[in-house]
């Protein structure tokens, strides 16, 4: 029992071997059907729409206004 113990305690701490993402798999990971907007055109419409309300470029990650106050 002890050696089937120690046999799943092996295999599940391997999951944890490969953690994020290697430099050569991340070519595979930039290509544009891997982005999370599923339309593109309804991106690029919003990001008009904001920058045409806050008179700012992007905004979307970071806060703050188009009138310079945060």
């Not at 544009?32 to 419409?45: C, F, H, K, R, W």
Request: proline fraction near 4%; charge should be negative; glycine fraction near 16%.
């Amino acid at each position: 029992m002890k050696a089937f113990g120690l046999f799943a305690a092996c295999l599940a701490l391997q999951g944890c071997a490969s953690v994020g993402v290697e430099p050569w798999q991340r070519d595979v990971l930039a290509r544009p059907e891997m982005s999370l907007d599923t339309n593109p055109v309804d991106a690029a419409i919003d990001d008009h729409i904001y920058f045409s309300k806050e008179a700012s470029s992007g905004g979307r990650g970071f806060g703050g206004g188009g009138c310079g106050c945060n």
